[in-house]
């Protein structure tokens, strides 16, 4: 096979199904993602039969449980996905919203109306649940998508996407609405990210690896997504009770997902009363710490942190923990280890909670709450594409309206310009 030629026709089949989308009504939309939610469960037994190919050769490999957790999926992680697509559809259609009109002195009419991207390409890893999401989000905000996931998750993508391409074209989808690339050579990924002209936008999902390598080599734009490297700070004048429970919810939730804590901030005015308890719940749930020296005089038998501990995205059961002498402290160990992505305070000191939201420079920013909640279906955008950690375009969890651009509209009775 030519991987160039092989790709390059699916991105000209999606270039024009685009040109369809983009005025199908939000009627035609919601019902092909209605149909496509009713496929998912209905082929639930054929998606768990080649997800269980992918788990196996996963466990052959050697992959970490935190991210076997990633790659899964069950019944209620099917119905997930069936759902998610219904409540996408359920959602208000952002193509043609008029966000504003003005007029000038010559009686021009000027407006801006949100209009699709056109066609997005999604490179992601291990978790199928991504091949829905991004399709049912694209679909809605009218654009076409190429979806090029991990090798590890290859048989489980190939039968959610001819699960939901069926169903959606035979509901009404243009053709080549939705494409899945099943090479899993990085070839392919090079090749799209010269694609300028046929791919619109990138948008990379995964480790750190594959996203610096998309957003340094790709001449197709690319929204950059997060790398979590995310923190929570307990401050002097924090609730240790609710602390405890946000950070044991931060970390061992779901460990494996880039809004998962890896750094643990605490104030030393706090240490003394906070760290061993919380040592002890977390090591119960099988959470290996490493901690500075300070942290070692209140959680016994613990591994020395090094400097490459504080910058480290874990995706599994380690945390690292730093005793700091003061908020300021805290705030710079986030300026030079964050990635941007999220980071929270736990105090009662309403001078504190707003400095920190004020100053610390991150997607999202939370005041008494855990990381975990920055996603698309918390933040009630129905899903997500991925969560942005830049600032041009989008940032934060991407729903429908940070999949469209705008244009200028302009309504005129004859003018013409001097």
């Known amino acids: 096979m030519d991987i160039n030629n092989y790709i390059f026709d699916k991105a000209l089949k999606a270039k024009e199904a685009s040109r369809k989308l983009a005025y199908l009504s939000a009627e035609e939309k919601n019902k092909a993602l209605i149909s496509m939610s009713e496929a998912l469960i209905n082929n639930e037994t054929f998606i768990l039969e080649q997800n269980e190919k992918d788990l196996k050769e996963g466990k052959s490999n050697g992959m970490t449980e935190a991210l076997l957790d990633r790659l899964a999926l ?3 992680r099917i119905e997930d996905m069936a759902l998610g697509l219904k409540n996408v559809a359920s959602m208000g259609d952002p193509v043609g ?3 504003k009109m ?3 002195p010559n009686d021009l009419q000027i407006g801006q109306m949100r209009v699709p991207l056109g ?3 999604i490179i ?7 091949t829905v999401d991004a399709a049912a989000l694209c679909i809605k905000s009218g654009n076409a998508v190429i979806l090029r996931g991990g090798k590890e998750a290859i048989n489980s993508n190939k039968a959610i996407a001819d699960t939901i391409i069926k169903a959606g074209e035979l509901s009404g989808l243009p053709k080549g609405s939705i494409q899945l690339i099943e090479v899993t050579d990085r070839e392919g990924v090079n090749c799209m990210m010269k694609l300028n002209g046929y791919i619109d936008v990138l948008i990379p999902r995964g480790g750190s690896g594959l996203i610096q390598n998309v957003v340094k080599n790709s001449t197709v734009p690319v929204i950059e997504t997060g790398v979590g490297n995310c923190h929570v700070y307990v401050d002097e004048d924090a609730d240790l009770e609710m602390a405890e429970n946000i950070v044991v919810n931060a970390k061992t939730q779901r460990p494996a997902v880039c809004n998962a804590m890896e750094t643990l901030l605490v104030h030393k005015n706090a240490a003394p009363k906070f760290l061993p308890k919380l040592g002890e719940t977390l090591k119960a749930l099988g959470v290996e710490i490493r901690g500075c020296t300070e942290t070692e005089k209140y959680i016994k038998d613990i591994v020395s942190a090094e400097e490459k501990d504080w910058e480290t995205e874990y995706l599994n059961l380690i945390l690292a923990v730093k005793v700091v002498n003061s908020m300021d402290e805290a ?5 030079k280890y964050g990635t941007k992505h999220s980071e929270a305070i736990i105090t009662n000191n309403y001078k504190n ?3 920190f939201l004020n100053e610390v420079d991150a997607a999202a920013v939370y005041v008494n709450a855990s990381t975990r909640f920055t996603d698309g279906s918390e933040f009630g955008f129905g899903a997500e594409i991925g969560i942005s950690t830049q600032k041009l375009h989008a940032r934060g969890p991407m729903g429908l309206e940070q999949l469209t651009t705008t244009k200028y509209i302009i309504y005129g009775q004859g003018q013409t310009r001097k």
């Open 74 to 76: 069950n019944h209620k």
């Open 97 to 99: 919203q008029v966000l």
């Open 102 to 104: 003005w007029r000038r």
């Open 119 to 121: 066609v997005i390409g």
């Open 124 to 130: 992601y890893e291990a978790r199928p649940n991504v």
């Open 331 to 335: 705030m710079d160990h986030i300026y």
């Open 353 to 355: 909670s707003q400095r």
